[in-house]
Nanobody
Framework: QVQLVESGGGLVQAGDSLRLSCAAS????????VAWFRQAPGKEREFVAA????????YYTDSVKGRFTISRDNAKNTVYLQMNSLKSEDTAVYSC????????????????WGQGTQVTVSS
């Protein structure tokens, strides 16, 4: 079992930066793929980024490539999402999720989820 807690969300202006954190507790976190998803009001949940257990592989949805960076510090049981050049369309609740499966984009592949953190970008 893995428990996940997100932090770092907030209200920022377009062009600003935020860093989200996903802190994990439980056993063997460094064996898990971790992903960030987001859900805007009235929209379906969307894959944002994922990182493999050893940081060798990272994946991003096209709309955030070049602006967002996912990273992890297994010694601290934490995964980060650095978000730069934020846009109003990045406004959403961001959730991290963990899975023993090799990196995947499907939310259904991730059995462990945090409660989410709100990111609001004003234009």
């Amino acid at each position: 079992q893995v428990q996940l807690v997100e932090s770092g969300g907030g209200l920022v202006q377009a062009g600003d930066s935020l860093r989200l954190s996903c802190a994990a507790s439980g056993r063997a976190f460094n064996n898990y793929t971790v992903a960030w998803f987001r859900q805007a009001p009235g929209k379906e949940r969307e894959f944002v980024a994922a990182i493999s257990w050893n940081s060798d592989s990272t994946y991003y949805t096209d709309s955030v490539k070049g602006r967002f960076t996912i990273s992890r510090d297994n010694a601290k049981n934490t995964v980060y999402l650095q978000m730069n050049s934020l846009k109003s369309e990045d406004t959403a609740v961001y959730s991290c999720a963990a899975s023993r499966v090799v990196v995947t984009y499907g939310a259904y592949e991730y059995p462990y989820w945090g409660q989410g953190t709100q990111v609001t970008v004003s234009s």
